[in-house]
């Protein structure tokens, strides 16, 4: 990528490889959004929707699930660990009757735990009833407008990826509209992916049979009929072609770019997605970023380097999202199992972003971010060899930013300690010498903060409190950490989130994110 170039890039290919990390984060295999923007594609042309409704509908494809990250720690903590499993076994039906939804918890709910472990989790589960289910599409749709909007995309897509479980019959969540209320590009986009869903689970007589019995209950009759008298043919024009092709060239209208000068606002997206899977993780891609960027021009690589530098920095971990929360999460020592899952993410960052050609810098330095000189990092296993210097800058920035924020298994490691911890990594020959002294020099160790005011008129104790809500607390954890009570924490939390206009603890992290705020 030739950053003084400034040339524009598509915003197509941006939010389809974002799409490829949300399809995982799904327990989906990668292009599966890109499949119903293609049916969702054929669907409206066949009823003869205006550009502009054809234009929402296909952004809306791509980005109905960009909150699926939101609120993956509580929903791995309901489900056993494992929320990706838990995504893609009510996939089928999270569209369907109550008594499908029943079934499926009935079938499959933690399935891989111990009898008891399982019966406590179902019990919990099923004790919630439909009070989690709204509390997680709301967070999920509460976050995927603020990152919608964040991108400059149009207010319309931004509003309908709020009502992406909306259902014709009005029974769907939040539950706030029917029939043609719902904005129809919706419409069309629920029915395509399910007609994909439906078509890999069972084949066509399937999608048939499907369709049929949800026709006027969670779809759109209208494009149900439509589906039914022309939908096999579109299935069969997908199969095998190249869809990532298929799908930049069916973007209605004119094309939406980006000017290169506007991507690093798009990239923090990306960042932010990875970053708000775990409270232990917030604002770790944007604190590797300001380093690796730093780093970069303390070595003397050029502004050019420095650029690029940060931004593969800011998408280095987009492949978190394909291992499960039980799995980051977890206090203590990883099973073999969960070490090769954990491997996984920096190959999944690597290949997502090379699908987009003007990312293949960016790929390439962030699918390195955990090799090591000696060989013994991943997902490659690189010798030094092979390692260029922002590569093993990206090393190094990772290395300390994850150690300065607290994790599981361990408490965060103070600057000084984690200085040490790197000069450690560099005597045994794992961290190239040049790159830590950069990374060390561009992290100081004797920073104060110095701000004096907060965002939307925060107040200091407002920001001790939303910091701790970002790294997951309870209001009662809160209330320990901070020596208040808990009615005190509450009355906190109403307040900054009033004063930020959110309703959720990962639409409040993205604010604490996009503003700084994470900084002790």
């Known amino acids: 990528m030739d950053v003084g170039n400034q ?160 259902r014709w019959d009005g029974k769907g969540l939040p539950g706030t509209l029917a029939g043609d209320a719902i904005p129809m590009a919706v419409r069309v986009v629920v029915v395509a992916r399910d007609v994909d869903l439906f078509n890999r689970a069972g084949g066509w007589d399937f999608v048939t049979e499907r369709l049929r019995r949800r026709r006027g209950r969670a779809y759109d009759p209208a494009l149900v009929d439509a589906v039914l008298a022309d939908g096999a043919d579109w299935v069969a024009g997908i199969a095998d072609g190249p869809t990532w092709e298929s799908v930049l060239a069916a973007e209605p209208g004119n094309p939406i770019t980006v000017a290169e000068a506007r991507l690093e606002t798009v990239l923090n997206v990306f960042a932010d997605v990875a970053d708000i899977k775990s409270p232990f993780t917030i604002g770790h891609s944007r604190g590797v970023a300001e380093l690796a960027g730093q780093a970069a021009r303390i070595r003397g690589l050029g502004e050019p380097e420095a650029i690029v530098l940060r931004r593969a920095a800011l998408v280095h971990d987009l492949g978190r999202v394909a291992v499960p929360n039980g799995v980051w999460e977890r206090p203590g020592p990883l099973t073999t199992a969960d070490w090769e899952r954990v491997r996984l993410h920096a190959y999944y960052s690597e290949r997502m972003l090379s699908r987009m050609a003007p990312l293949q810098r960016l790929a390439v330095l962030a699918g390195a971010h955990h090799e090591r000189l000696d060989g013994s990092g991943y997902h490659r296993g690189s010798p030094a060899a092979h390692l260029a210097p922002g590569q093993r800058i990206l090393a190094a920035a990772d290395s300390y930013q994850a150690m300065t924020q607290q994790r599981p298994h361990r408490a965060a490691l103070t600057p000084p300690d984690a200085a040490a911890e790197l000069r450690r990594e560099v005597a045994s020959g794992r961290l190239d010498r040049d790159a830590v002294d950069a990374v060390l020099e561009a992290a100081g160790f004797a920073r104060v903060p110095s701000r004096r005011s907060w965002p939307a008129g925060l107040t200091d104790r407002e920001v001790d409190v939303l910091r701790l809500i970002c790294r997951g607390f309870s209001n009662r954890q809160i209330a320990a950490e901070l020596s208040i009570s808990p009615k005190t924490v509450g009355r906190h939390v109403e307040n900054l989130y009033n004063k930020i206009g959110v309703s959720s603890r990962a639409a409040a992290a993205l604010f604490a994110i996009q503003h700084g705020l994470l900084d002790n």
Do not use: K, N, W
């Open 7 to 166: 040339q524009r890039l598509r915003m197509a290919e941006l939010i389809a490889t974002l799409s490829l990390a949300t399809d995982l984060g799904m327990g989906q295999p990668m292009e599966q959004a890109l499949r119903t923007c293609l049916l969702s594609m054929s669907l409206g042309q066949q009823m003869g929707l205006p550009d502009d409704t054809l234009a929402d509908t296909y952004y809306l494809a791509l980005l109905r699930f960009v909150g699926c990250t939101a609120d993956a720690h509580e929903q791995s903590i309901s489900a056993g660990g494992d929320e990706i499993t838990y995504y893609a076994g009510l996939a089928p039906v999270v569209m369907g009757e109550p008594s499908e939804i029943l079934g499926y918890h009935l079938r499959h709910f933690a399935a891989d735990h111990p009898p008891l472990t399982r019966m406590r989790l179902l019990g919990a589960a099923l004790a919630a009833g439909t009070r989690d289910a709204t509390r997680t599409i709301a967070v999920h749709c509460e976050v995927a407008r603020m990152l919608a909007e964040r991108m400059g995309l149009r207010p319309a897509i931004a509003e309908g990826v709020g009502h992406v479980f909306e």
